[in-house]
């Protein structure tokens, strides 16, 4: 595995078009040095500033997807996360000045994202949501060089670790595939000497995943069967094939719900009926009501680091009343809890910000790297000290069922495996 030092480089594995855009709109960019009403100083409150907070506002963006492939986590993160700045902005605000949501659909589209963080990254004071790690890998120099912003990621690619200003919540893919792995051995669903099936996107994403299954295969005694699929392949009747062709015990995913539905689907029309376990992406509640919703609630997994919005815990059952209270026509799913908890964190670190006296870019990253035991009150608690490491290694398995809000119940509580605790970032 590459070492999170050798990150200064571009995501190799960020599709051709991600690349070529990001370094046509660099050279053409817009300075950070353009307008964003706020020349920075320290006010009369004794409050140092800088981009994105004046007297009496503080700007903060959100790069989503609104129309594209995940538009429906896009807008459910988005939404999530506006109902947290309208709470904090009822009780007063932060510092005495209300908070601001900027936000721009990319489309999960490259040649709208990165000219959509160039535009808006001189007028806020960080990013609470930038969607797709692809987009954030391709704009990572200059955060890291010039702009020194900070930038919650909705993604969870370990390629993202290792710098100071781009923070990833939750478990990386690779960890959280080591820990979905464990479950399945500890459920005694696979042992030693069994094949794995994995079927996962080429990119970020899916290859992160694979490091984390390859690690866990060996440790265990595993035979790995890898599949590589494009984002755009939805029919699984090939993989399910060839797995069964091997002979795998159980299946994991990491993929959107469309190839979820499908590998559930398939496997089950052509008798191979084994568990699956998918990352946090490769479920949607719409899924249900689906053909593949009766197999989903029989044998299959999702692994997350945070609680399922179905929860009955007090803050997931209060952000269900709120939500559904404020967008009672859209639906529940774990992008809600995604999104209000990333705001958690953008909003504990502005707190510590203001008691520090210091609102700047530079004041807000010190903040939230001084969080060591940040609880957003979704069953796991997350450490920001160290920028090489992600926020947790803990998950959750969580399990589809159709009575439950938002589809998904905790099937075994948060834990780290020996594997995961020992998964190292480093080669």
């Not at 500890?186 to 099936?197: F, P, R, S």
């Not at 909003?347 to 609880?375: F, I, N, P, W, Y």
């Amino acid at each position: 595995m590459k070492t999170v030092k050798t990150q200064k480089k571009h995501t190799a594995r960020a599709a051709a078009v991600v690349a070529a855009t990001a370094l046509a709109l660099i050279a053409t960019g817009c300075s950070s040095k353009a307008g964003g009403g706020d020349s920075g100083g320290t006010g009369a409150d004794g409050v140092r500033t800088d981009k994105g907070v004046t007297d009496d506002t503080i700007r903060i963006g959100a790069l989503t997807d609104m129309t594209g492939v995940y538009a429906s986590l896009g807008k459910s993160v988005t939404q999530a996360q506006q109902l947290y700045i309208d709470k904090i902005n009822d009780d007063g605000g932060i510092c005495g000045r209300k908070l601001e949501l900027t936000v721009r659909d990319h489309g999960y589209d490259a040649g709208k994202a990165i000219p959509a963080y160039t535009e808006l990254q001189p007028k806020v004071v960080g990013f609470v949501q930038f969607l797709g790690s692809p987009f954030v890998s391709a704009v990572k120099e200059r955060i890291d060089a010039q702009h020194k912003v900070l930038v919650l990621p909705q993604a969870w690619s370990a390629d993202l670790l290792g710098s100071e200003y781009i923070r990833v919540i939750g478990a990386t893919y690779d960890v959280e595939t080591v820990n979905a792995i464990d479950f399945l051995l500890k459920e005694g669903k696979i042992a030693e000497g069994d094949k794995l099936g994995h079927v996962y996107f080429e990119g970020d994403y899916g290859e992160n995943a694979l490091k984390g299954a390859q690690y866990a295969a060996e440790k265990a005694g595993l035979t790995l069967v890898e599949q590589k699929i494009k984002p755009t392949d939805e029919d699984m009747s090939a993989q399910v094939a060839a797995f069964k062709k091997a002979g795998v015990k159980a299946i994991v995913i990491s993929a959107g719900p469309r190839q979820a539905a499908s590998l559930v689907g398939v496997s089950a029309a052509g008798g191979l009926n084994v568990p699956i376990i998918g990352n946090n992406s490769a479920f949607a509640p719409q899924l249900l009501k689906t053909q593949a919703g009766p197999v989903l609630q029989k044998d299959y997994y999702v692994a997350a680091s945070t609680l399922p919005i179905g929860s009955e815990e007090p803050e997931p059952a209060r952000l269900v009343r709120e939500y559904t209270k404020a967008y009672p026509d859209d639906i529940l799913d774990n992008g809600v809890a995604a999104g209000w908890s990333a705001a958690s964190v953008f909003g504990a670190a502005l707190k510590q910000a203001c008691d520090d006296k210091d609102l700047t870019r530079e004041g807000v990253v010190k903040a939230l790297t001084s969080m060591e035991d940040h609880d957003g009150g979704f069953g796991i608690r997350h450490d920001f000290t160290d920028p090489n490491l992600p926020s947790t290694r803990e998950t959750f398995i969580l399990k589809p069922d159709g009575k439950t809000k938002g589809g998904l119940k905790v099937h075994r509580e948060a834990g780290t495996s020996e594997n995961a605790q020992a998964f190292s970032f480093e080669e």
